[in-house]
């Protein structure tokens, strides 16, 4: 029932900007904190950065300064602006959802690929 679509994912050149979106649906979005992971091939999955439903947000600080999150409750919207995009950017990027009172409450999407070429 619960379903996280991201979209937006494509490929770029060094420095330039994307930005993914991801729509919720099945579920009380403002219930929920919202995130950005992404995993490298042969690598971890890392969280990017997070969003509670009144905006606090966290970032890994290897974006910090390039890349914002963002939420639009009344869409149940969930975006990752990239800006001054590096190779090592390079993954599929997940949706995630967490439910703010019970943690073990978790959805994932089914991700989008980001390139970032040289």
């Known amino acids: 029932q619960v379903r996280l679509v991201e979209s937006g994912g494509g490929l770029v050149q060094a420095g330039e900007s994307l930005r993914l979106s991801c729509a919720a649906s099945g579920m009380t979005f403002s219930g929920y904190i919202m995130g950005w992971y992404r995993q490298a091939p042969g690598k971890q999955r890392e969280l990017v950065a997070s969003?509670?439903?009144?905006?606090?947000?966290n970032a890994v600080d290897s974006v910090k300064g390039r890349f914002t999150i963002s939420r639009d409750n009344a869409k149940n919207t969930v975006y990752l602006q990239m800006n001054s995009l590096k190779p090592e950017d390079t993954a599929v990027y997940y949706c995630?959802?967490?439910?703010?009172?019970?943690?073990?409450?978790?959805?994932w999407g089914q991700g989008t690929q980001v390139t970032v070429s040289v």
């Open positions: 969003i509670t439903s009144g905006g606090t947000t």
């Open positions: 995630n959802a967490k439910n703010a009172a019970a943690a073990w409450i978790m959805y």
